[in-house]
């Protein structure tokens, strides 16, 4: 036999020998840039994240805080983010914009309760009727901290305010911040009252039991749409098989809330504690009648349809669009077939 063919027998058995030793590299996972606010609405996609279930399953959960859902729908704009965890209204009001985000998961409803500071928690009456007492008391308008306008809080309190407790819009002055800020005002006194979220509610109520609860999200609107999971248009076209597991996921994560406390909690702890906030505050968040997670996007269409119709009213979007164009249930339908 020749060199050269033994060489040649060699080198194809050397090649053989390592291909068999060293199996290929795996493909890069699908980078998913997610933008959420610091609530427990939230907590399914701190719980994937926390799991290690997106490396899991062949892409990266990169998660990015937000203060309010408008200031998220910017960096939806400008293409910095794929996925927005927050709540519906500012998507409607994208939507109605021409931007291409739709909602293909609900991860919880009720979320958002108004809380009054002590003053106005101990001044008898209807909210309505405290709310005026303590106004004429005070000879100004009482302050209320919620988000920034087309956010879901903002609509929401609005509504609450005006439609259902009837309160004269005379005896109050709204105050737009973050949610960070609007803990830290209800907290010092700066404000009289706020539309706030867990576990921001907990750890105010923890620190100042004086602080009491006015009105609960179903005292707001029944099965009132909470935080929500929507898609860019580009992300769910270029990405469907990522689009359907991150929707099947969140709704295996959401299963995980309610039946591993201890899980939960270090979810939680790890995206929105930071250390700070002490575990027994955050089981006891977690047990709030303020969280109810639900991941059926379906269950809140006709809920979406009132807050769609109230930002007309409100003049935050300037007409309302088919409801169904607002969702894509396709992914969740798909996720839950046949469980």
């Known amino acids: 036999m020749s060199f050269l063919r033994r060489f040649a027998i060699i080198a194809t ?33 701190f719980v994937i994240d926390n799991q290690g279930w997106d490396k899991e399953n062949g892409f990266d959960l990169q998660l990015k805080q937000f203060d309010s859902g408008p ?34 998961a609900a991860t919880a409803v009720e979320e958002l309760v108004v809380a009054a500071a002590p003053e106005l928690a101990k001044t008898p009456g209807t909210p309505a009727e405290a709310i005026a007492a303590l106004s004429k008391k005070l000879g100004r308008p009482l302050k209320l901290a919620t988000q920034p306008a087309g956010s879901v809080p903002n609509t929401m309190l609005q509504y609450w305010l005006w439609e259902v407790a009837k309160v004269d819009k005379a005896h109050v002055e709204l105050v737009p911040q973050g949610i960070d800020a609007t803990q830290q005002a209800l907290l010092a006194g700066a404000v009289d009252g706020a539309i706030i979220r867990e576990p921001a509610l907990t750890i105010i109520t923890e620190r100042n039991p004086a602080v009491k609860v006015l009105a609960y999200g179903g005292d707001i609107l029944k099965n009132q749409p909470g935080n929500v999971i929507a898609l860019t248009d580009d992300f769910a076209a270029k990405h469907p098989e990522v689009a359907q597991k991150l929707v099947e996921l969140t709704v295996k994560a959401t ?43 379906g269950a809140i269409v006709e809920q979406t349809a009132t807050v769609q119709d109230y930002q007309v009213k409100l003049g935050t979007v300037k007409e309302a669009l088919p409801v169904a164009d607002i969702f894509d249930q396709s992914y969740y339908k798909k996720a839950v077939a046949g469980k």
């Open 71 to 104: 200031n998220m729908i910017q960096a939806v704009v400008s293409g910095t983010l794929d996925v927005y965890v927050a709540g519906i209204a500012p998507v409607i009001v994208a939507r109605g914009k021409g931007i291409g985000l739709k909602v293909v």
């Open 13 to 45: 058995a050397a090649t053989a020998l390592t291909s068999f030793a060293l199996p290929s590299q795996a493909a890069d996972p699908v980078v998913v840039r997610a933008g959420y606010i610091p609530v427990l609405g939230a907590a399914a996609a």
């Open 255 to 297: 299963e995980l809330l309610k039946s591993d406390r201890k899980l939960a909690i270090e979810a939680v702890e790890s995206a929105i504690g930071k250390g700070l906030i002490p575990g027994p505050i955050l089981d006891k968040a977690l047990s709030s009648k303020a969280v109810q997670f639900a991941t059926d996007p």
